[in-house]
């Protein structure tokens, strides 16, 4: 990789980061009652990004100025979870046939759908949409990478061969690997959280974030 490459690589990371907080998707510099017992600096609100659909193209854009070109070339599905995966996959997947030739075969997208119980799931129709093919998996955050792993699972199960996972935000918490090459947008790791009654912040005076 040549360092012009690297350099615009790092020049997209840090626009997206900074997009992200401009979208209220990411608020780094808060002081959050998370309802929970905790209070920390750091809120994420995926929904944002689906607000506007504006604003997932945008992230999407981006997100395949991250992938490799091997990546770009092979994919032939972009599956993603229910819902906020399952909507970046759809535009993924038609960004990528506006730069590729109109003579090539369409790229196919595949939505999982979330149980909370039982975890992601793919249809019986879209599991024969994945035989022999080369699977992209995208989501819009990575938190323990659990998600990703057990899309990349079912893909597998479905002889579809997973070349890539790929998220416009990583946590950089993640303890679960989809035993595939993954790419971030961004990535910003989320400083320590703290027991109400304990919080620096509340020590300090400092007023709850509203949001
Ligand atoms: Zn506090």
Not at 69 to 80: F, I, K, P
Not at 180 to 196: I, R, S
Request: charged share 20%.
């Amino acid at each position: 990789m040549t360092a012009t490459l690297m350099n615009r690589k790092d020049q997209i990371r840090e626009k997206a980061l900074r997009d992200l907080q401009q979208f209220q998707v990411l608020m780094l510099d808060g002081h959050f009652d998370f309802g929970n017992g905790y209070h920390g600096q750091l809120y994420l609100n995926p929904h944002q990004l689906f607000r506007y659909p504006s604003t997932i193209w945008r992230f999407a854009q981006d997100l395949i100025d991250m992938l490799p070109a091997s990546v770009l070339d092979e994919t032939e599905v972009v599956a993603g979870p229910a819902t906020g995966g399952a909507l970046l996959a759809h535009t993924v997947a038609g960004l990528l046939d506006s730069r590729r030739a109109i003579t090539g075969s369409p790229t196919i997208f595949a939505p999982f759908m979330v149980d909370a119980y039982r975890g992601p799931g793919l249809s019986r129709f879209y599991r024969q949409q994945l035989v022999g093919k080369n699977v992209l998996i995208v989501d819009d955050v990575r938190n323990t990478g659990q998600t990703l792993a057990r899309c990349a699972t079912i893909v597998r199960s479905a002889d579809g061969k997973v070349i890539a996972t790929a998220e416009l935000y990583d946590r950089i918490e993640a303890t679960t690997d989809a035993g595939a090459p993954n790419f971030a947008l961004a990535e910003y790791k989320a400083p320590e959280n703290f027991p109400a009654d304990a919080c620096p912040m509340c020590k300090a005076g400092l007023p709850i974030t509203k949001f």
